[in-house]
């Protein structure tokens, strides 16, 4: 059982970026066996939810005459328009029901700003703005972060990014998440975080 200085991050498992869901993430339910293997080794585990206002500036819907997975500017950057997804205490935004991992502590919900999406879990998308969960693992003395589930070139590469930048060791489990993969935008988040000197493993390397 790892102990209290490593912390086991399950971002996004929800019903939305399953198959089938409103922004389907390929082969995104396959996470959840892995995931819930993988918690009963960790006795600290937090949960994260992305969980957004029916209004929020992220769906293209809002946005007149434009279509989901182009870009558009906002006035803190370049933000992919995504279809709408994981509204606020709907079905799609529940954690897929066979996540099982009941000991997990704390839960994040991030992109609850209307004006401004947050991958990551500990900076919402206009990099100033800290969901807490940094200050919560610092001082609940953990050390050492590993990241799964979805997706992995989006909320598991920004949360990932932010977790080194704060200071952590940072391992992302890559049998453990799934990517969108929109426009070579896996490929690029593993740039990013092999340059940031986060590490990726299989989650039998991490059980054994
Ligand atoms: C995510 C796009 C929009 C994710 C969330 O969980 O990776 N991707 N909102
Ligand atoms: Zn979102």
Wanted: charged letters at 20%; proline letters at 4%; one cysteine or more.
């Amino acid at each position: 059982m790892r102990g209290a200085d490593e912390v086991l991050l399950v971002i996004d498992v929800q019903n939305d970026f399953m198959p089938g869901g409103a922004l389907a993430v390929p082969h995104g339910d396959e996470v959840v066996p892995v995931i819930n293997q993988l918690a009963l080794a960790f006795s600290h585990v937090v949960v994260t939810q992305d969980w957004h206002p029916a209004t929020h500036v992220s769906f293209a819907e809002h946005h007149a005459g434009r279509a989901p997975f182009e870009m558009t500017t906002l006035a803190y950057g370049e933000q992919v328009l995504w279809p709408t997804h994981c509204v606020q205490d709907t079905q799609g935004a529940a954690l897929h029901r066979d996540l099982h991992v009941p000991h997990a502590r704390l839960v994040i919900r991030k992109g609850h700003h209307v004006g401004v999406d947050s991958y990551s879990a500990f900076m919402e998308a206009d990099r100033v703005t800290p969901t807490g969960l940094t200050g919560y693992l610092r001082n609940t003395g953990v050390k050492r972060v590993y990241c799964c589930g979805l997706a992995t070139d989006y909320c598991v590469a920004w949360s990932a990014l932010d977790a080194r930048g704060a200071g952590f060791e940072t391992v992302v489990i890559d049998d453990a998440s799934r990517a969108i993969d929109l426009n070579g935008s896996l490929e690029r988040a593993w740039e990013q975080m092999t340059a940031a000197g986060v590490l990726r493993t299989r989650s039998v390397d991490v059980l054994r």
